[in-house]
């Protein structure tokens, strides 16, 4: 175990549906950041939250909405998605301030809209 | 594109042989980082170099960083049926909007 835990592991949704992604990490880091993974692409970076204020926001569709109410828990709220928007959601913390050294990864959500 | 390349995308080896997985990148960095991915599972951070450091050990691993090539190598010697997994290398450029970008990793199979 990392230390962050992803729920759920899996997750099947219509167009017109509303869900949300819930990470949580019991490591006491500053930062914490979703990532998408989709095969064949390179991991995308989508929001990274650090001390619970958003640093990054790389131009992700609105139909994202990421929350962070604090320092331990991240989430990531799903409306009217596209099935291109299928992947693997991972969520990932780190010590430092929102620098880029050593992440910790939860195991993931796997998404499939339908 | 500012992503690292890994190289080769795939390879397989017996069990026992060293694997050599490659990795290229087109802007300076503060540091570079390995990670192991499991099928469908989350990344695990390997091993950090800094900039500033040629070579990098940590148990059977070995990592190389050439900043006048911007490549850098990770090698795992002795390989094990478990070392089985895709391995992406990441770059730290300081920050920015890219984050910690990462290439699209090298898929190793061992051969039992």
């Known amino acids: 175990e990392t230390g962050v835990t992803q729920t759920p592991r899996h997750l099947v949704m219509g167009m017109t549906n509303k869900k949300s992604l819930k990470c949580e990490q019991h490591?006491?880091?500053?930062?914490m950041y979703w990532y998408k993974q989709s095969a064949k692409k390179p991991l995308e970076l989508m929001f990274v939250?650090?001390?619970?204020?958003?640093?990054e926001n790389n131009s992700v569709p609105s139909r994202f909405s990421p929350e962070c109410p604090n320092s331990s828990h991240l989430f990531l709220h799903l409306h009217t998605l596209q099935p291109e928007d299928s992947a693997l959601y991972l969520c990932?913390?780190?010590?430092?301030?929102?620098?880029?050294?050593?992440?910790?990864f939860g195991s993931g959500t796997q998404l499939s809209v339908l | 594109s500012q992503q690292g390349e890994e190289d080769p995308q795939a390879l397989s080896i017996q069990e026992g042989e060293n694997a050599t997985m490659n990795c290229s990148y087109k802007?300076?960095?503060?540091?570079l980082q390995w990670y192991r991915q499991n099928s469908g599972r989350g990344l695990v951070h390997l091993i950090l170099?800094?900039?500033?450091?040629r070579e990098k050990h940590s148990g059977r691993l070995r990592v190389t960083l050439d900043t006048s090539k911007k490549s850098s190598s990770l090698l795992i010697t002795a390989s094990r049926a478990a070392d089985t997994a895709s391995y992406f290398c990441?770059?730290?450029?300081?920050?920015?909007?890219?984050?910690?970008?990462f290439g699209k990793g090298t898929h190793l199979i061992i051969q039992p």
């Open positions: 170099i800094r900039s500033n450091e």
């Open positions: 802007t300076s960095i503060n540091n």
């Open positions: 990441a770059r730290d450029s300081g920050g920015g909007a890219d984050g910690l970008t």
């Open positions: 490591l006491g880091h500053n930062a």
């Open positions: 939250y650090s001390l619970e204020e958003r640093v």
């Open positions: 990932a913390s780190s010590p430092g301030q929102g620098g880029y050294e050593k992440l910790f």
